[in-house]
T-cell receptor
Framework: KNQVEQSPQSLIILEGKNCTLQ??????????LRWYKQDTGRGPVSLTI?????NTKSNGRYTATLDADTKQSSLHITASQLSDSASYIC????????????FGGGTRLMVKP | SQTIHQWPATLVQPVGSPLSLECTVE??????LYWYRQAAGRGLQLLFY??????ISSEVPQNLSASRPQDRQFILSSKKLLLSDSGFYLC???????????FGPGTRLTVT
């Protein structure tokens, strides 16, 4: 069964600090992995998307890594800002008919001043 | 550019009442369309997806149904709402490039 597990479930950090969110998956055959940011009460917005051959991708202060061998990904946020407070969702796409997505439960990040 | 709309933004309905949520996409043709539900503090659950007009696939047996009367319109319905139908409903559409999915703003449904 395809699964995506994220950790921690929630995280509180001080403004300006860095943090790293984890994602482990068992989706096969693997197509790509995305990280989404979801503000409370809003739809998810894509941050990064990585295919099998990519092991790192940056989007401003967000840097995602992918280890396809261990089936792990991380999202590193540098110099956090109050606006980073949101849920971060790891989503893995399978390379099959329909390219269906498997969603992680998300990490709820709160950045405090 | 492409835009996805959902309405209403929020909805409070009594148990047993009908439901109709609408999603429309602009700026693209023949998109794949998706309905997801997100319970409070939980991950997204795929409910339905559609690869074309009149073509609906259901991922989870439930009290809900979906229809796609036009290429860029996707509707989520129920004849009789249950308390367990409460949640945040998201519509999404998919591009062909890396199969990126773009989400709408969502509808917050509370069944009382």
């Amino acid at each position: 069964k395809n699964q995506v597990e994220q950790s921690p479930q929630s995280l509180i950090i001080l403004e300006g600090k860095n943090c790293t969110l984890q994602c482990n998956y068992t989706v096969s055959p693997f197509s790509n992995l995305r990280w989404y940011k979801q503000d409370t009460g809003r739809g998810p917005v894509s941050l990064t998307i990585m295919t099998f051959s990519e092991n790192t991708k940056s989007n401003g202060r967000y840097t995602a890594t992918l280890d396809a061998d261990t089936k792990q990904s991380s999202l590193h946020i540098t110099a956090s800002q109050l606006s980073d407070s949101a849920s971060y969702i790891c989503v893995v796409s399978a390379r099959n008919a329909g390219n269906m997505l498997t969603f992680g439960g998300g990490t709820r990040l709160m950045v405090k001043p | 550019s492409q835009t996805i709309h959902q309405w209403p933004a929020t909805l409070v309905q009594p148990v047993g009442s009908p439901l109709s949520l609408e999603c429309t996409v602009e700026g693209t043709s023949n998109p794949n369309l998706y309905w997801y539900r997100q319970a409070a503090g939980r991950g997204l659950q795929l409910l339905f997806y559609s690869v074309g007009i009149g073509q609906i696939s259901s991922e989870v047996p439930q009290n809900l149904s979906a229809s796609r009367p036009q290429d860029r319109q996707f509707i989520l319905s129920s004849k009789k709402l249950l308390l367990s139908d409460s949640g945040f409903y998201l519509c999404a559409w998919r591009t062909g490039v890396l199969y990126e999915q773009y989400f709408g703003p969502g509808t917050r449904l509370t069944v009382t």
